[in-house]
């Protein structure tokens, strides 16, 4: 149907241009001297405003586009008749698209379409003036009028040709354009028929009807240039950028399938384009494309497209895919490079198995990312009297027998599993995915087997036998070290128990008594159930002497294995996977409680709670925080980061700092002088308060100490960040730090970390002091 309706079309517009422009030549020749110059100037000016198009939706190439070349007909009313300027405008269109897109089809259609439009202009003028409006409104409504005819004509044929585009939801027109586009045509338009009527605003007088339409046509050409000037430095904004991401993207890829879609994607950035693909064959009429070689010997095309009304691809769009191109091309060549060489450097040049390297990368990478229910085991193996046969048979035949036992390992597994060569004589596997140990048994089993065949070497026949320890892992090892040592113990109990005179094949596979620790499940459980408990430990103030912040902090003893330091769970809680949950469940516990504490207290306005900077990012906890932030407006939210992970904090990281404390959520590095501490991390990221380490103050006698205190303290000052010193044990310690100028402090001279309860009773019966009685407090803070 749509094919139909475009041949139609293309018969309708290519008869338009046969009646209108012989006619519009006819009628100029027959007085050339009075009309000749302001048709040529009428032609150029109508050429400007068809490549001065205006987009009236919101999606770049996924909405249409409109010209208003209506704008120097206005111009040509007292110089030329109505038939005649219709004949002018569609020459000036049809000339300056078959020299921009040299494409006949485009340029008869974009003609004829706007010679519709014009037909219209020149009927609803004719109505209006019949009826007694006025000639400016009839003017500003006529221009009007043609550019909803031509949008509507431009909508049903984007809509019959195109096929359906993603929009975001977004409409195909918008209206606020639209509206602008109306306006803007409107007064231009009325504002050229007034010029055109009275003489344009320029001194001088005596000029001709001709003078005066040519001068209102360079009017309306000069804003036709401004335009096309604007968006033609958009483009090239928009080429750079693309080129700049596009870079960026193709040199992080991994993955020829993820270079060619990274390269699209820059491409349509940077040419601007609905479709770009990368395809075999090159670029039909109307597509731009270049070759890009991915692989050696296969060339492909990189072709972009877009809606032919868009108007034609130019020489710089081509450049711009050539550059990407390349760039894809170097991605991809430094990527076979650099996995060549990863490739060597990771594999066992004799049997073409992962080296001992290889194997410990893929066997953390393989615990540290399965599944709660997801075992695994690693099989150790040694070959038996492999040194006699080297010396029997000689090194050749040794290096062959490990070739084709290193082939039968391979071949004896699953696809899924990590074979690899990582000693003289010994291999390892990585069975993975398992649901059981006997399933583990029945492979190794199986291992034995293939590799006890009989092996001809030259002349000889040789049987290997394997000595195979399991070790087998039901659940993520905190070290998986361990795992590899228990296999390897056990493999060495089979050769012992051979020395010791047991049978030939009895014994060869030894199972380890290696477990996971209880530990992870325990820990695994607290997570899961919200059952890890805080205590609270004060921040004071000492200027006033009263406490106005705490600190949340774990602390977990559990029945079966005693008191869990919090570095244990939390590093056990990231091997699990948990470390986020687990902040989570400590953020909300402690606001929770800062709110509890308000009320007994209301001098209690923030608590802090310790957090890594990678944590910070919108998909992990970032909005999570804003989120509870907001949840609580009268407590200050206070985010502890430890000085190593900020260290190499990413510029996103930075971003979302600095967005978390315009939110009102308070940022302080944690643990500043404490070992491998860097003034860098004073500056790697803003924040608002720096803790410092009690290794800083545990000898305040020492100047030095001092010195450093009352530095950080001054430079403090200068960046707008308060400083809150720990470890502060006793009374002398509060005071020397107070003559110093610090004004906060934290530590067991002030109370020892406590339950919710203890602290809500403490602020109960003392309020917000600093320092309890002497008696109250050995009572109520002394640790039991």
Known sequence: MSGVLQRVSFGVFTAMLLVFVPGAVATVLADPGTRIAAAVTGIVCVAALELAWIRVGSVPHRTPTISVPVL????????????????????????????????????????????????????????????????????????????????????????????????????????????????????????????????????????????????????????????????????????????????????????????????????????????????????????????????????????????????????????????????????????????????????????????????????????????????????????????????????????EVLRVLGQRLRQSVRPHDVVARVGGDEFVIILTRLASLAEAKSVAERVLAASALPLAVGADTISPRLSIGLAYSVSIETDVASLVHDADHSMLMVKKSRRRGSADGEASINVSGHSSSQFNDTIARAIDENRLPLAYQPIVSLVTGRIWAFEALLRYVDPELGAISPPSLVEKAKSLGRFDKLTRQIAETAMAAAAEFRLVEPGIVCMTVNVEAGQLAPD????????????????????????????????????????????????????????????????????????????????LADIRQREVLTALQSFGDKLEYSMIVEGVENELMAQQLAQLGIRSAQGFHFGVPQGFAETADRLDEFGAKAVLPTQSAHARVAPS
């Open 72 to 399: 120097a007909v206005p111009a040509l009313v007292p110089v030329l008749p109505s038939p005649a300027i219709i004949g002018v405008v569609m020459l000036g269109i049809l000339v300056v698209l078959l020299v921009e897109s040299r494409r006949i089809g485009v340029s008869v259609y974009s003609a004829g379409l706007v010679g519709i439009g014009c037909t219209i202009y020149f009927c609803i003028d004719w109505l209006l003036d019949r009826v007694g409006v006025a000639a400016l409104p009839t003017v500003a409504a006529a221009s009007v009028g043609y550019v909803l005819v031509v949008l509507a004509l431009e909508i049903i044929r984007v809509r019959l040709t195109n096929a359906p585009a993603d929009r975001g939801g977004r409409p195909l027109v918008s209206p606020l354009r639209l509206g602008a586009l109306l306006v803007t045509v409107a007064a231009l338009t009325a504002f050229s028929a007034r010029w055109a009527e009275i003489g344009l605003p320029t001194p001088g007088e005596g000029r001709t009807s001709i003078q005066t339409a040519v001068g209102t046509l360079m009017g309306s050409f000069a804003v036709a240039l401004i335009a096309i000037v604007l968006r033609t430095v958009w483009d090239m904004r928009r080429r750079l950028n693309g080129l700049v991401v596009g870079s960026r993207a193709l040199s992080t890829t991994r993955s020829i399938d993820n270079v060619a879609e990274a390269l699209c994607d820059a491409a349509a950035t940077a040419v601007g384009v609905q479709s770009i693909v990368v395809q075999d064959g090159p670029a039909e009429g109307g597509a731009v494309g270049v070759p890009v070689m991915f692989v050696p010997g296969e060339p492909r095309f990189l072709v972009a497209r877009r809606d032919p009304m868009d108007g034609s691809f130019s020489g710089v769009d081509r450049r711009a895919l050539q550059a990407l191109a390349a760039t894809a091309e170097l991605a991809v060549q430094a990527r076979q490079n650099v996995a060549g060489l990863t490739m060597k450097a990771n594999t066992d040049p004799l049997t073409g198995l992962p080296n001992y390297g290889a194997f410990q990368e893929a066997l953390d990478t393989i615990n540290s990312t399965r599944s709660d229910a997801e075992a695994i085991a690693v099989l150790f193996m040694d070959v038996d009297g492999f040194k006699r046969l080297n010396d029997t048979y000689g090194h050749q035949t040794g290096d």
């Open 620 to 699: 992990r906890l970032g909005l999570f925080v804003e989120d509870l932030n907001n949840r609580y407006p009268e407590i200050s939210l206070c985010l502890e980061l430890n000085e190593r992970s900020v260290v190499r904090v990413s510029a996103e990281i930075r971003e979302q700092v600095n967005r978390l404390r315009d939110l009102g959520v308070l940022i302080a590095l944690d643990d500043y002088g404490s070992e491998d501490s860097s003034v860098d991390s004073l500056v790697r990221v803003a924040m608002d308060i720096l803790k410092i380490d009690r290794s800083l103050v545990d000898d």
